[in-house]
């Protein structure tokens, strides 16, 4: 991958486009764009494959238009903005991140890398530049996984395309699969050119918000991500008995609920570590018949696992089905894995790039791992791939209050546009 210090415009004079990046601009698309799914409190509802989900599609599809920028998706819901190099033949850049959200999410997470990229082309573009590769903004599907689990669906099925009839089968929580929400996706782009199914770009940069509190408290305005801790999630399902609360004897039942809090309660206690790095979360309990005079027959739970080492997440993930099955007698018990990904380091020609142009804007950086999955950890298969952190204020998010500045927004962009600048000249 070739360096270039400098970015020629198209009357040769020396131009970077982080001196066009517009703050105003930047936020008044996210105050848009957080209007699709708002909740009462300030954040965003808007799960993948929703209604509110393809506004914001729509939103985004009339910005890129508005640059010139040609719109397509894929058969995984990806959707991509391209702005057209000088030699179209070459690998394009990619930047971008998702504009699905959990469902009291806020108004940053994923969308601001979407529109941060899509900042960057507009500065390039009043800049004057003209890069010889093509640059797309990408808005990948279901990066949440709070509709449809596992997350990360539409980067992983770029990186591997056979991975996406698997997914298509998979239901939500009212039993509409994938295939049945992305038909109406794509429907509501049906005006949309569909492309093929995967690529092998040029470079991948992803900007985001931190999700942590590590800037925050270090004074520093970008991060520069290492890489990303591994992760594996599983699904729980306990079978018992439905019986009366009244009459059933207590040696006689078969309590899916209390089975349930015995293998949570057993793993939290095994999985806990004094230096805090494991990461053990339950964050789903689905319980039926859900009845308050009924012993449970039936409960199904989540579980998160994240370790920045991939040899102790695979051991620590292998204790969980011994510990599932000794603490859900006399109920029966079926673990399935829905994903596992080990961790990863991002390449260090990019992350310097991103570190020199930092220092060379003067702003405060630092490097730092991400403790959250990203889209980056799928598109780091197919090609060079990175981030740029900005902070999140008290760490908050996936909720409600989630807030960064707008000049580490805009900061942030700043970088994002030299970054893409350099790599597609």
């Not at 509190?213 to 399902?237: C, M």
């Not at 996936?398 to 893409?420: F, K, P």
Request: aromatic letters at 4%; one cysteine or more.
């Amino acid at each position: 991958m070739s360096r270039s210090s400098s970015i020629h415009s198209g009357d040769g004079v020396l131009r970077r486009p982080s001196q066009y990046v517009s703050m105003d601009r930047l936020n008044d698309r996210l105050a848009v764009m957080s209007g699709y799914g708002a909740t009462p409190k300030g954040g965003v509802n808007r799960q993948a494959l929703t209604a509110e989900d393809l506004q914001a599609q729509l939103q985004l599809i009339r910005w890129g238009a508005e640059l010139g920028m040609q719109p397509s998706s894929d058969s995984a819901g990806n959707l991509f903005l391209r702005c057209e190099g000088s030699d179209p033949s070459l690998a394009p850049v990619l930047s971008g991140s998702h504009l699905d959200s959990q469902p009291t999410g806020g108004k940053f997470d994923g969308v601001y890398g979407v529109l941060a990229a899509l900042e960057a082309v507009n500065a390039m573009q009043d800049a004057g530049l003209n890069p010889r590769r093509s640059i797309e903004v990408v808005s990948w599907m279901n990066e949440e996984g709070s509709r449809f689990a596992p997350g990360m669906m539409g980067s992983t099925a770029y990186a591997d395309p056979n991975s996406l009839s698997e997914m298509l089968l998979v239901k939500d929580a009212k039993g509409v699969s994938v295939r049945e929400a992305l038909s109406l996706i794509q429907d509501g782009l049906r005006e949309i050119p569909c492309r093929s199914l995967g690529g092998h770009p040029h470079a991948y940069i992803e900007a985001h918000i931190e999700q942590g509190p590590l800037l925050e408290q270090q004074n520093a305005v970008v991060g520069v991500v290492s890489g990303i801790q591994g992760k594996r999630t599983f699904r729980v399902e306990i079978i018992g008995e439905a019986t009366h609360a009244g009459t059933s004897p207590r040696s006689k039942r078969k309590d899916a609920i209390l089975a349930a809090v015995r293998i949570i309660d057993a793993l939290a206690n095994r999985l806990h570590d004094g230096g805090d790095i494991v990461k053990f979360t339950v964050g789903r309990l689905i319980v039926e018949p859900n009845a308050p005079s009924v012993v449970a027959n039936r409960v199904v739970f989540s579980i998160d696992l994240r370790h920045p080492k991939s040899a102790e997440l695979t051991l620590l993930g292998d204790l969980i089905l011994p510990f599932c099955e000794i603490n859900a007698r006399p109920c029966s018990v079926s673990l399935t894995e829905l994903s596992n990904a080990t961790s990863l380091e991002f390449p260090d020609a990019i992350r310097d790039r991103i570190r020199s142009i930092a220092s060379t804007l003067k702003i405060a950086h630092i490097d730092l791992l991400s403790a959250a999955g990203h889209d980056a950890r799928y598109l780091h298969k197919v090609c060079p791939s990175g981030m740029i952190f900005v902070p999140s204020r008290d760490g908050i998010t996936h909720n409600e209050a989630e807030y960064t500045s707008a000049e580490d927004l805009t900061d942030g962009a700043r970088v994002l546009a030299d970054v893409l600048g350099e790599l597609s000249t």
